[in-house]
């Protein structure tokens, strides 16, 4: 195994009623804060009332910006590193999901620096070295940005998403309440799982020499995510449900499994694409692809993944031929995606056009090819698109 770092100092309030804490938290930072927040569901469900009342019963000086989107446009990271070098404020409160903790790590950043947030951005990407303190209240089990460095960006101006890791982007506590995520809809719920499963394949499917022990928890994270989001699904306000898949989300991408592997993300780098141009939700993305893209990397070179995979997560009978179980892997994993979580199957069902396939495959390929599972070239991603039809 490689040599690595791991350094995950977020601190994390876990469970119910735990805002108690909020106000004192911040103020290790200071007393003016800029609070971030995606459309109204914080407010329906009461969540925006009960944050501001800890603040302002505090003393703590609260400025807002509402209307983070979907997929996070860079617009909005503009606005809220103008209102944080105009406010002089000492500390960002990110409320909701990861696109609106994505957004926010960016505004940090782009409040210490004179440059336009987008230039932190691309292959000429500048620096960042410094970002103002984040503390986050996640609403949503999905991206994991409530323990990790990264975060993805939109531009719908140039047609581009793109993401970016520093650890000065890795929020300073975070307040994970699995109640908090009883109001999110069925799909979202499946968007989430399907997310966070992901995460742990893109890491899991691997040919460099691996560590047991992460493979193991690696695996236990992936069944506990097809034993619990279906009950979430059908019990929205089931604690122990909400509970395990809120926590996988978490420790999906905060680091940890990495365990030095060097490989690159495939279906990420596809999927951005999509949404930069049809702004689907990331998650419905990387459901449809994720398939798709095991499909056309099994080979007798890699096979021996496959089986691990599907013996040890779906209990497939390990005395068969390892084509035959990698293969109804492969199935499993598609039933578990579009029949259980309920997901759209095809690029058809979501308005996604052949037209653009070259330039989508291109623009995943911007920095070369992708040095995955197995190497992808742009013709590659091509084919796996069109793999999406059917």
């Not at 592997?261 to 780098?269: G, V």
């Not at 199935?331 to 070259?358: H, P």
Request: glycine share 8%; hydrophobic share 40%.
């Amino acid at each position: 195994m490689n040599n690595f770092v791991y350094d995950i100092p977020t601190k994390v309030y876990f469970g119910e009623n735990q805002l108690g804490k909020l106000a004192q938290e911040l103020l290790k930072f200071g007393r003016r804060v800029l609070m971030t927040y995606g459309g109204g569901s914080i407010k329906k469900i009461g969540l925006y009332d009960r944050v501001v009342g800890e603040l302002k019963a505090a003393g703590i000086e609260l400025y807002e910006l509402s209307g983070i989107e979907p997929n996070p446009r860079i617009e909005s990271v503009r606005e809220g590193a103008r209102m944080c070098k105009e406010h002089n404020i000492d500390v960002l409160l990110a409320v909701g999901g990861g696109s609106t903790l994505d957004a926010t790590k960016f505004m940090a950043a782009g409040a210490c620096v004179d440059h336009d947030p987008w230039e932190f951005f691309g292959a000429d990407a500048k620096p960042i070295e410094c970002a103002l303190p984040i503390v986050t209240i996640l609403t949503l089990a999905a991206t994991g940005s409530e323990m990790d460095t990264g975060g993805v960006i939109s531009n719908l101006a140039t047609g581009d998403k793109l993401g970016r890791l520093a650890p000065a982007l890795l929020p300073r506590v975070s307040f994970l309440d699995p109640t908090l995520t009883y109001s999110v809809s069925r799909f979202q719920t499946a968007c989430g799982a399907a997310d966070m499963m992901s995460h742990i394949i893109e890491v899991y499917f691997n040919t460099q020499k691996d560590l047991f022990m992460l493979d193991c928890f690696m695996e236990g994270m992936l069944k506990t995510i097809v034993k619990y989001a279906p009950i979430a699904l059908r019990e929205p306000e089931n604690y122990e449900a909400r509970a395990n898949l809120m926590w996988t989300s978490s420790w999906a991408i905060n680091g940890f499994i990495n365990g030095g592997k060097r490989k690159a993300w495939s279906c990420h780098p596809m999927e951005h694409e999509l949404s930069a141009i049809y702004d689907i939700t990331h998650g419905l993305g990387l459901a449809i692809l994720t398939p798709r893209w095991m499909e056309y990397c099994l080979d007798e070179t890699t096979v021996d993944k496959y089986v691990q995979y599907g013996v040890n997560v779906f209990g497939i009978d390990a005395s068969q031929d390892k084509m035959t179980i990698a293969r109804e892997s492969i199935r499993l994993t598609a039933e578990f995606l579009f029949d259980t979580l309920g997901l759209q199957r095809t690029f058809g069902q979501v308005g996604i056009k052949r037209e653009d396939y070259a330039v989508m495959a291109q623009k995943a390929c911007r920095y070369g090819d992708i040095k995955g599972f197995k190497t992808l070239t742009p013709a590659d991603v091509e084919r796996i698109f069109e793999m999406c039809e059917q």
